[in-house]
């Protein structure tokens, strides 16, 4: 089942350090089957505050994510970006190509009675 990297990042810098992270994280992603789904584009906020932007990468599983995240490559150039942009980041996992909104309705009902 897919799981998605997401970072929430809330302002954006034009350091040169932020333009490199850019230009290598693809290659840290390659082998753990990572690609971009959104990024570089400005959220339209339909409710609430959204603050900054949105990047979401789709990786094949969870622990694929993880070791990404993990990685000695991905970790080397992680500091060009967090010294430069505050945000949050998180993984999560998808869920699959059958999933039933009202099964899982249902099953959360149950657990509260």
């Known amino acids: 089942m897919?799981?998605?990297?997401l970072a929430h990042l809330y302002e954006l810098s034009n350091h040169p350090e932020v333009f490199e992270?850019?230009?290598?994280?693809?290659?840290?992603?390659?082998?753990?089957?990572?690609?971009?789904?959104?990024?570089?584009?400005?959220?339209e906020v339909i409710e609430g505050e959204w603050p900054g932007?949105?990047?979401?990468?789709e990786f094949?599983?969870?622990?694929s994510a993880r070791a990404w995240y993990a990685s000695p490559a991905y970790q080397e150039i992680l500091h060009l970006r967090t010294d430069h942009i505050p945000g949050a980041a998180i993984l999560v996992d998808g869920v699959g190509a059958n999933y039933?909104?009202?099964a899982t309705a249902?099953?959360?009902?149950?657990?509260?009675?």
């Open 2 to 5: 897919a799981a998605y990297a």
């Open 21 to 43: 992270y850019i230009e290598r994280i693809q290659s840290t992603m390659d082998p753990f089957g990572g690609r971009f789904l959104v990024h570089g584009t400005m959220p």
């Open 53 to 57: 932007t949105l990047v979401i990468i």
């Open 60 to 63: 094949p599983d969870v622990d």
């Open 100 to 102: 039933d909104a009202v």
């Open 106 to 113: 249902h099953k959360l009902r149950a657990a509260v009675r």
